[in-house]
């Protein structure tokens, strides 16, 4: 059984810190966009790599994601994030092909959309040109898995090819460490950069029962800009 945190729940952790936080804190919105790389660690995609073309890797892509930063202090903040990750790849047969001599394709197709509430530690003074920083959080990684397109049943004789739509869904608890910097170019803006690098996986069901823990894990290198208030 799927290991889960309730959306009220997380949602009711943000608003009681959130009303905790001084009216004289600074607080700021940050838009940033970048790039997710899966890292693909489990039995579902280890799989996959025997039995199609490609890898998880293979759909790395462009994300955005959304912070409310709130910081009580000069070095410590609360940081609430959503980001939102989505790409497809094509995968056919390392083996086998269709009486034509054709591929016989399917498209793997993957959303990942991570709420989660952090900290963030600032390592230099407020007026310094570059504020260096770092972080940790954690929350619900929302997902989406789909294969859409051509697969073998290889329990008839001879193997038949068919068509066919396989989904599953669902929402594990995970986290993430952080580390960027920022460089105010204002007293209201500035312009930061940051890695990420998030830790989650959740056991496939529905269409993909048997195959094993589904890593939603990867990599994310980003750029934006923040706007306090």
Do not use: C
Not at 92 to 112: C, K, M, S, W
Not at 169 to 181: D, N, S, T
Request: no cysteine; net charge negative; aromatic share 14%.
């Amino acid at each position: 059984m799927r290991k889960r945190i309730s959306v009220g729940a997380l949602l009711a952790v943000v608003g009681l810190v959130s009303a905790s936080v001084p009216a004289a804190a600074e607080n700021s919105v940050r838009f940033r966009l970048g790039q997710f790389t899966p890292d693909g660690e489990s039995e579902y995609w280890e799989g996959k790599e025997i039995d199609f073309t490609g890898e998880a890797e293979d759909l790395e892509g462009v994300y955005g994601g959304l912070d409310f930063l709130f910081e009580p202090t000069d070095f410590v903040g609360l940081v609430v994030s959503v980001d939102r990750f989505e790409n497809d790849l094509d995968q056919e047969y390392r083996d086998f092909v269709d009486t034509a001599g054709n591929p016989i394709v399917h498209q793997t197709n993957l959303e990942i959309t991570p709420l989660t509430v952090g900290v963030l530690v600032r390592v230099a003074p407020p007026r310094s040109p570059v504020r260096p920083y770092l972080g940790a959080g954690a929350g619900l990684y929302f997902w989406r898995l789909e294969e859409d397109g051509e697969f073998i049943d290889f329990t008839t004789d001879p193997p038949e090819i068919f068509e066919a739509e396989f989904t599953d869904e669902g929402q594990p608890f995970g986290y993430y460490l952080m580390a960027g910097i920022e460089v105010p170019v204002g007293p209201y803006f500035s312009f930061f950069a940051q890695g990420r690098w998030d830790e989650a996986d959740d056991e496939l069901e529905d269409d993909f029962t048997g195959l094993g823990e589904l890593d939603l894990s990867g990599r994310r290198i980003a750029a934006g800009i923040a706007w306090r208030f």
